[in-house]
């Protein structure tokens, strides 16, 4: 399995609208499930750092999820950018290969 991290700080008042684009049945995940290899998004709120999330997508295996992007990069682009007046700050944790 593939694993995808993201962090994100959310000011307040757009939590909502975030959790909306993000979560396991938003927005993210209903382009992610174009692809049969994609196996789902969790959403992680933290529990000490008000609007601070991080979301875990798993994919099959990278090369599913380049397939993936090599497919859908115009939507997926698209949605990115879409949603980047809902993010104060965004940077990748990291990809890792599920041991």
């Keep these: 399995m593939f694993v995808i991290l993201w962090q994100f700080d959310i000011v307040e008042e757009k939590i909502s609208a975030f959790e909306e684009a993000y979560g396991p ?3 993210w995940a209903k382009l992610f ?3 049969p290899e994609y ?3 969790e959403l992680l709120r933290d529990a000490y750092v008000p609007g601070r999330f991080v979301t875990i997508d798993r994919w099959k295996n990278e090369e599913a999820f380049r397939a993936f992007r090599a497919t859908h990069d115009a939507d997926y682009e698209a949605l990115d950018r879409a949603c980047d007046s ?3 700050a965004e940077s990748r944790i990291g990809a890792f290969v599920v041991a």
Aim: charged content about 15%; overall charge positive; hydrophobic content about 40%.
């Design 25 to 27: 049945t938003a927005s």
């Design 33 to 35: 499930r174009r692809s």
């Design 39 to 41: 196996l789902g998004t």
């Design 86 to 88: 809902l993010v104060a």
